[in-house]
């Protein structure tokens, strides 16, 4: 590995190890009230968070759930401006005008969130069909759920998608948690590989929760959307290891149990994206990096 490699993946493991701190520094505040609005933290999407954030050009736009939080964090590389967004306060990355489900970050290429379930979906192709009109080099990247992508416009946003040979990469994050329910409890099972087959777009599923190879997965995504002007479709499972809004736990029999140990997550499980960074870094790499994250100030 060369020096430039090495310091891309230290580079990597600090954001990592930064995004789980800052969720934590929010999820405690969440405990003790003090926001007003609600808000959905995101532990588990590290890795995907992460890697979208890093594949991003200058021209590049990113379209939004209301679970943004990890996204924005990634984006913004700071904890604060999110945080004081939450507290709708003018400091924040929207001016306090946003809160949490439909906060936008232009300047760093975040341009559009929100809460309606699909919804960001069309938003996505409208702005990857400005771009092909506009002859701008940008990608769009889009994230959607298990959940949201049962709306009828997930299908639409790759028919349209395709039509037009939109610059559009749509990520869907395979949490299992739509609403608290599970795939099983309620629908049948969706081959989003055969949807995607069946209009021909490009489909690739990561399931590792390692941030390195996710990000040269995606970086290969998304110089293919450039080069052959067609969208892709990566589908991303993921463990979301808390409630859907709201702390966690937030009541005595929640199974999510998710504890702060300088700023990181007490859970050995190999979905757990920080878990395998762990792994890959081993343990005393990550503890030193893990303790220099705790001891930087953020506010």
Partial sequence: MNTRETIARQALELEMIRLRHWQHIMNEDLKKKLFQIPIHVAFGSEAIAVSVSNVMTGNDQLVLTHRNMAYNLARAGALKPVYEEYKLSQAGVSRGRMGSMNMVNPARG????????????????????????????????????DGAMEEGGFYEALVFAKSQ????????????????????????????????????????????????????????????????????????????????????????????????????????????????????????????VADQVASERWN
């Fill in 110 to 145: 975040v341009v559009y969130s929100s809460s309606i379930l699909g919804n960001n979906l069309s938003v996505a192709c409208g702005l990857a069909l400005a771009k092909r009109v506009n002859g701008d080099p940008g990608v769009v990247i889009v994230t959607t759920g």
């Fill in 165 to 288: 040979r939109l610059k559009l990469m749509i990520i869907v994050e395979n949490n299992n948690h739509s609403m608290s329910s599970t795939i099983e409890q309620r629908r049948c099972n969706i081959a989003i590989d055969r949807m995607c087959q069946a209009v021909d777009v490009r489909y690739t599923f990561l399931s590792s929760n390692d941030v390195f190879e996710y990000v040269l997965a995606l970086s290969q995504f998304r110089a293919e959307t450039v080069e052959q002007a067609r969208p892709v479709c990566v589908e991303a499972r993921l463990a979301l290891m808390n409630q859907h809004a709201g702390p966690t736990p937030g009541w005595p029999t929640d199974p999510m149990n998710v504890d702060i140990k300088n700023g990181l997550v007490v859970r050995e499980a190999s979905e757990d994206p920080l878990y395998v960074l762990r792994e890959t870094m081993g343990e005393h790499a990550f503890r030193d």
